[in-house]
């Protein structure tokens, strides 16, 4: 069963900067893509970005687009966001996901694996 651990998440103010980890263990298949959602007070869980991870391609939702990457570290099973120019609204339970064939990224139901999620609160 992979497991996925996610790291990174904090208080911050309006503005800043936070970069989130996530890092992949027990992974003995193939990983077709990894992800990032957010799930903030009262909502549901929302698509964030995705990294294609045998070619690296990368997705964003609109409010990610410009402000927040994706990336890889491939030795290290590892995905990361960072986020630069923080707003209220950001706020959320940010979870890693991981799904092993192609499909629609934008769906969780889509992804078969989920990290615990980690905290990103950021204040005005």
């Known amino acids: 069963q992979v497991q996925l651990v996610e790291s990174g998440g904090g208080l911050v103010q309006a503005g800043d900067s936070l970069r989130l980890s996530c890092r992949a263990s027990?992974?003995?298949?193939?990983?077709?893509?990894r992800a990032w959602f957010r799930q903030g007070p009262g909502k549901e869980r929302e698509f964030v970005a995705a990294?294609?991870?045998?070619?690296?391609?990368?997705y964003y939702s609109d409010s990610a687009k410009g402000r927040f990457t994706i990336s890889r570290d491939y030795s290290k099973d590892t995905v990361y966001l960072q986020m630069n120019s923080l707003k209220p609204e950001d706020t959320a339970l940010y979870y890693c996901?991981?799904?092993?064939?192609?499909?629609?990224?934008?769906?969780?139901?889509?992804?078969?694996?989920w990290g615990q999620g980690t905290q990103v609160t950021v204040s005005s």
């Open positions: 996901a991981h799904k092993t064939s192609p499909g629609q990224l934008i769906v969780t139901t889509e992804y078969e694996h």
């Open positions: 027990n992974r003995h298949g193939s990983s077709y893509a």
């Open positions: 990294l294609i991870w045998s070619n690296g391609n990368t």
